[in-house]
């Protein structure tokens, strides 16, 4: 816990002047956007959350206040004034808008956190390179999709990049910044400075497919899904095996739970689409069955495990 409040210390007290990014535009107000808008917004900087529903900015203000509400009492434990101050200031420097072309009007950097689908994308993209200034930065937090696909609508290939956040962004410090062959070294480093800005450790990253956690996570999640579908293991075990053998703190299909099944089988399937020969991003047809009974993990309350409501 206490690393957690120093880095959160640290993301308050950053000197944003340095940056040259101010004023930052969110696309989609969802888990991801909330929270990175809530992370920029505590590293002092303006943040305008986009949504065409006015639910999910509701549902987007109310996650905002409880989490900023909790940061505050653990950094001001023993001064609610402080504590109310901190929360006040966060809050004051986020405006939730429905209109996506007069959000970034003035933005210095818009972020894409919406549905993974690469025809909405490019909608939402040939609408974004109309409206916003020449010199605003784009970029997408998508886990999956191409980042050169996406810029390919766009005239400013030299000012888009990948900023691939984690859930829950206020606590995962992971920043993986990707740059397609366009992207240039005045955007690159714009991005990284930025991301160190609001209390992120960046990595870097070509435009390969899941970047590297994905890379790496997926077609792990994958063959575990196989040996239960093998009958090599149980759940519990293969699960257990990989926290106590291998010190993960949650197992694969656990994680699998965790993130959506659902999630997974888009992640494989579009892979695999695109890369026919490579056995690491073969769907796994027990996962797929899963799916199609509406077993989603976690969010339908049964995947791999139950979940009680």
């Known amino acids: 816990m206490a690393t ?22 969110i696309i989609g107000g969802g888990l ?42 653990k950094l001001h434990k023993d001064d609610p004034t402080a504590a109310k101050q901190l929360s006040e200031g966060v809050l004051s420097r986020i405006k939730y808008v429905h209109d996506t072309e007069k959000s970034v009007e003035n933005a210095d950097l818009i972020i894409e956190a919406i549905i993974e689908n690469i025809e909405i994308k490019h ?8 409206a916003a200034p020449k010199n605003t930065l784009f970029a997408s937090n998508t886990s999956s999709l191409s980042i050169a696909e996406i810029a390919s609508v766009t005239k400013r290939k030299d000012k888009f990049g990948g900023l691939h956040f984690f859930n829950p962004v206020p606590v995962m410090k992971l920043l993986e910044v990707i740059r397609i062959p366009e992207t240039c070294d005045e955007t690159y480093n714009s991005m990284m400075a930025w991301g160190k800005s609001i209390g992120k450790t960046c990595i870097t990253c070509k435009d390969t497919p899941g970047f590297v956690v994905n890379r790496l996570l997926v077609p792990y999640i994958a063959e575990a899904v196989r040996m239960l579908e093998r009958g090599d293991a149980s759940a519990e075990d293969i699960d257990t095996a990989m926290k106590l053998g291998a010190g ?21 399937e579009g892979w695999h689409k695109k890369f026919p020969d490579n056995p690491l991003f073969k769907p796994v047809e027990l996962q797929k069955k899963l ?16 979940y009680s409501k």
């Not at 639910?55 to 987007?60: A, H, N, Q, V, Y």
């Not at 949650?250 to 959506?260: I, S, V």
């Not at 077993?295 to 495990?305: A, C, P, V």
């Open 291 to 306: 799916v199609e009974q509406g077993k989603l993990g976690r969010k339908s309350g049964e995947g791999f495990y139950k």
């Open 123 to 130: 909608k939402l993209f040939k609408v974004l390179d109309q």
């Open 248 to 268: 993960y703190p949650m197992g694969p299909l656990e994680l699998a739970d965790y993130t959506g099944l659902d999630t997974g089988v888009f992640i494989l």
């Open 4 to 25: 957690i409040g120093n880095m959160l210390k640290r993301s308050f007290s950053t000197n944003v002047a340095k940056h040259a990014i101010q004023n930052v535009t």
């Open 32 to 73: 991801m956007g909330s929270g990175i808008a809530q992370v920029t917004a505590q590293a002092g900087q303006s943040v305008t959350l986009v949504d065409v529903s006015n639910e999910i900015l509701k549902k987007s203000e109310t996650a905002i206040q409880t989490s900023i509400a909790r940061v505050a009492k």
